[in-house]
């Protein structure tokens, strides 16, 4: 069972009380200072916006993050899947008897 325990951010110098899974605490606290340091940036640098358009500012620099890194991760899968579909090939040459050495198990450079 889940323990759920009360934790406190920190956003714009207002405290907000937030319940969460105890295994999330650290990961509330991070995200509320991402949330916090993007307010920030955007309430420092555009003056004349109120705090729903600094707010739709900091979502949108946040998703923009989010989507760079899935984009990334599903790059780095389908690298991932490449070589191990090349070294199941080269695998499967070696025990089939189609190569003599090991040699032809290495990477290609």
Do not use: W
């Not at 200072?33 to 109120?50: I, V």
């Not at 695998?91 to 290609?108: Q, R, S």
């Amino acid at each position: 069972m889940t323990n759920i325990k009360t934790c406190k951010v920190k956003i714009l110098n207002k405290s907000y009380e937030i319940r969460c899974p105890e295994s999330e605490e650290e990961n509330l606290s991070l995200a509320a200072k991402k949330l916090n340091d993007q307010l920030t940036k955007h309430k420092n640098n555009f003056k004349l916006l109120d705090n729903y358009q600094t707010l739709l500012l900091a979502a949108l620099d946040i998703s923009h993050e989010f989507v760079i890194c899935k984009n990334q991760q599903e790059q780095q899968r389908h690298q991932v899947t490449q070589f191990i579909s090349s070294l199941e090939h080269k695998i499967n040459k070696v025990v089939g008897g189609e190569v003599d050495t090991v040699a032809h198990l290495l990477p290609d450079r």
